[in-house]
């Protein structure tokens, strides 16, 4: 059979989440989290609407998922998912971190590989010998810190600096643009 002429295909987005429960174990499984999800949607939207969006779970590790949806549904996909109250009796919400029209580029957005701060001292701090501060916020690579010394955003407005994982790790190893993260 073949494929459908790009005009014809049903646009898509993708939308990452963060699954937060009393569960710590993170044993929540894919199948149990997807029943919960289809459950909320045919109760909030019914038959017709639960067709029309065609939920997927693309990817789930127990914590942070891919959802595929239709491109007209996204306050339906995201009342679904802030719907879901709980999974097989563990108390649960779901979070959206953010939606993107590609698998790739909402990997790259919104599910950051900064391996080394995740586990540095509760993943919230850089401690480095040129700049340490507090991470407010990272988008992928990218990271905005709050230094520690106010006199390295000097002569600026900003109380912010934005750094990536090239000027965190030298970026000599890595400068062909396909770093991995910290």
Same mark, same amino acid.
């Not at 174990?25 to 919960?36: C, F, T, Y």
């Given at each position: 059979?073949?494929?459908? &002429?790009?005009?014809?295909?049903?646009?898509?987005?993708?939308?990452?989440?963060?699954?937060?429960?009393?569960?710590?174990?993170? &044993?929540?499984? +894919?199948?149990?989290?997807?029943?919960?999800?289809?459950?909320?949607?045919?109760?909030?939207?019914?038959?017709?609407?639960?067709?029309?969006?065609?939920?997927? &779970?693309?990817?789930?590790?127990?914590?942070?998922?891919?959802?595929?949806?239709?491109?007209?549904?996204? +306050?339906?996909?995201?009342?679904?998912?802030?719907?879901?109250?709980?999974?097989?009796?563990?108390?649960?919400?779901?979070?959206?971190?953010?939606?993107?029209? %590609?698998?790739?580029?909402?990997?790259?957005?919104?599910?950051?590989?900064?391996?080394? &701060?995740?586990?540095?001292?509760?993943?919230?701090?850089?401690?480095?010998?040129?700049?340490?501060?507090?991470?407010?916020?990272?988008?992928?690579?990218?990271?905005?810190?709050?230094?520690?010394?106010?006199?390295?955003?000097?002569?600026?407005?900003?109380?912010?600096?934005?750094?990536?994982?090239?000027?965190?790790?030298?970026?000599?190893?890595?400068?062909?643009? %396909? +770093?991995?993260?910290?």
């Amino acid at each position: 059979m073949r494929s459908r &002429l790009p005009v014809l295909r049903q646009r898509r987005r993708y939308m990452v989440f963060i699954l937060e429960s009393e569960d710590d174990s993170g &044993l929540v499984q +894919a199948r149990d989290l997807m029943g919960e999800i289809a459950s909320s949607q045919l109760s909030l939207f019914g038959d017709d609407g639960a067709a029309a969006n065609r939920l997927r &779970l693309i990817s789930f590790d127990g914590q942070i998922g891919l959802i595929r949806f239709s491109h007209q549904h996204l +306050a339906e996909t995201r009342a679904t998912l802030a719907a879901v109250s709980s999974i097989r009796g563990i108390k649960a919400a779901i979070r959206t971190k953010g939606v993107s029209g %590609t698998i790739k580029s909402a990997r790259e957005k919104y599910l950051p590989r900064l391996v080394k &701060l995740s586990f540095e001292s509760d993943g919230r701090r850089i401690e480095q010998k040129d700049i340490s501060g507090c991470i407010i916020r990272t988008h992928g690579v990218k990271v905005d810190l709050c230094p520690d010394d106010r006199y390295k955003s000097a002569g600026s407005s900003a109380r912010f600096l934005g750094l990536t994982s090239l000027d965190l790790c030298g970026g000599h190893e890595d400068a062909d643009g %396909t +770093a991995d993260g910290l």
